[in-house]
């Protein structure tokens, strides 16, 4: 399975295939622009070919884009609502241009509507996208969340109701992060709960739906609802569950990506996705 990290786009979109392969990457995550701005100018042609040459020449993949944090295609307001529908767009038009397969996004905030009103919005943003074709076939990965405030994807209850409301389904599938199941309350730090957690998304949503993985420890105890990430086997949920995890033949050949604390020579990153591999096909003492 490609192990991998999030990666700055520091200085052009290109450019962080350099700083993956200085960290081990053989999978990466970026953003495709300013996470924390709502525009951005298109990107130039020489960027998008330097870009593909540069993911050719290190061999770096599957590249995975996480979407704005500021996007809400929950919001019961048609103004914000409407801004994140075509912010949203436009992140799949980057996408499509830059050949990414997967663009991962957190399913959105009720904020105060309540979670079916919350969901229904969500699903007829994603239909509305998904029917005028925008992105090409760039598949929509719903990031399960903590469910930190009024969040949706808390449950695995909400991504099945997603998968109801939303029959592009060949548009759309699953990221899994570690630390937002354990803080939503699905516990995977040993084999017992390990295999009841993913026996119930099975269950509910379908493993085969599940396309990419954010492996991050947890800050914060199970069922704490509070996304605060740390490094593997330092935080809450411990190395047992991430050896299951990375040992499960099930997901064999998916993307493992960590997003886990770092500074800027990025040694952290190194440390944590050493350990990862040492995981595989190793029990921990």
Known sequence: MPFGAHMSISGGVSKAFARGVSVSCEAMQIFSKNERQWNAKPIPPEEVAAFKAEQ???????????????????????ELWEKSIAAFSHELERCDLLGIPYLVTHPGAHTGSGEEAGLEREALALNRIFAAGIGGSTVVLLETTAGQGSALGNRFEHLARLFELVPYHDRMAVCVDTCHIFAAGYDIRDAASYQSTFAEFERIVGLDRIKCFHLNDSQKDLGSRVDRHNHIGQGCIGLEGFRLLVNDPRFAGLPMIIETPKGDDMAEDRTNLSLLRSLVGNPVS
Do not use: K, M
């Open 56 to 78: 050719q020449r290190t061999g770096i993949g599957p590249v995975i884009v996480h979407d704005s944090y500021l996007i809400n295609l929950a919001a019961p307001g048609d």
